[in-house]
């Protein structure tokens, strides 16, 4: 962005009146409801369109065919050319999503991120803010897609030995709480400042709870890979949702959740901000639909949603800011959408959603009334 920018006439997220928001440098100023012209100042006059940072993806585990936990050095640029197609996409960041597989390579896609993080050049790409282990301490009889034959005990030792020396990149990790039989896990992973989120688990609210009381505060894409709701046994998402201090990760393409359970969900939660999107995104991201590798077996991918060949469903193709889309479609109000989408991911892993000095990258969000649809652009 030039070096002095003013926007006017902008909808924020936790803003009742339209808001001015002042850029230097490439960052942003001052936000208030009336600021001063500096000279040289260039205008842009939104007409009371939404402004938000980019979206922020928890989840996502490859692109443009190259599965996360395939990764290799050799990868490096496959890895970058990601990063440029999630920043077309609106997503400023991202956590690559390692799900359960071999330790060793396990180790090895950590060591890439961790080379690839060090070096990266952040000017108009998504960032990589850290690593998703999505296992392997899940739940047999929840793993869904992920192969058993990787699946381990939730010890200390295993986590030590999944971690090796790159904890301080590994950002969250998905465990089934109840697997925890020594109550030490979560404590043990909060301690390295890891995020701790509950998922692929059968575990009850009650153990959910206990799992809350010790340092979990997320759910991986809730509803899947978990016990339904019931009206007698609320189970993990149940414990989840009237928690104000816990956030839960969505899949909003229609397939994953049904467009009623997404709206009793938001429902029941009050539309509290501890409700976040995430694309899940496999490999074919940025691919067309057809029949993928994955690890050993073959996804199908359809629509955008993917599943293996026997029909489990193992994730999507979509990109992140289509979930704010089905959600305003689906009824949801519009600056809670986008705040699923690039806030309340940011909160859910302690970083700092749209203030006065953060990067400027903005996402400009348009509502057509006559035709009932949502689009968005880069504003830089």
């Not at 071999?102 to 961790?114: E, F, G, N, P």
């Not at 940025?286 to 993928?292: A, M, N, S």
Request: net charge negative.
């Amino acid at each position: 962005m030039t070096a002095n920018q003013l926007i006017i006439n902008a909808h924020l997220v936790g803003h009742q009146s339209l808001q001015q928001v002042a850029v230097k440098t490439g960052k942003i100023k001052q936000i208030a409801g009336k600021l001063d012209l500096a000279a040289d100042t260039i205008i842009i006059d939104l007409q009371g369109d939404w402004l938000s940072l980019g979206g922020v993806d928890l989840q996502i585990n490859g692109g443009l065919g190259l599965a996360f936990p395939d990764l290799e050095f050799t990868d490096l640029p496959k890895l970058q050319q990601i990063c440029d197609l999630l920043w077309q996409q609106g997503v400023d960041g991202f956590l690559p999503t390692i799900v359960t597989t071999a330790v060793d390579k396990i180790q090895r896609s950590l060591a890439t991120i961790a080379q690839f993080v060090a070096t990266q050049d952040q000017t108009n790409t998504a960032e990589v803010l850290g690593v998703h282990l999505e296992g392997p301490f899940l739940n047999y009889h929840k793993r869904g897609a992920h192969p058993e034959q990787y699946l381990l005990p939730l010890t200390i030792e295993n986590i030590k030995q999944v971690l090796g020396d790159y904890s301080q990149i590994v950002k969250v990790i998905t465990l089934a709480p109840e697997l925890d039989s020594s109550n030490t896990a979560i404590s043990y992973l909060r301690d390295k400042n890891i995020v701790v989120s509950l998922g692929h688990s059968l575990a009850t609210a009650t153990e959910a709870k206990q799992a809350f009381d010790r340092g979990a505060s997320m759910v991986t894409h809730a509803f899947n890979a978990m016990p339904s709701l019931h009206h007698r046994q609320p189970g993990l998402l149940g414990a989840a949702i009237i928690n104000p201090d816990v956030y839960c990760g969505l899949i909003a393409d229609g397939n994953h959740v049904c467009p009623t359970m997404v709206e009793i969900m938001l429902k029941a939660s009050n539309y509290q901000q501890g409700i976040f999107l995430v694309s899940d995104a496999l490999s074919p991201l940025g691919l067309p639909d057809g029949v993928y590798p994955w690890d050993e077996r073959q996804i199908s991918v359809s629509g955008g949603t993917a599943r293996l060949l026997d029909g489990t469903l193992s994730g999507t193709t979509l990109p992140l800011l289509v979930g704010v889309e089905n959600l305003v479609k689906w009824g949801c109000d519009l600056e809670k959408a986008i705040a699923m989408a690039t806030e309340s991911p940011r909160k859910a892993i302690n970083l700092t959603g749209l203030a006065v000095g953060q990067r400027a990258n903005f996402l400009r969000w348009h509502w057509n009334k006559a035709q009932h649809q949502l689009s968005w652009s880069r504003l830089n």
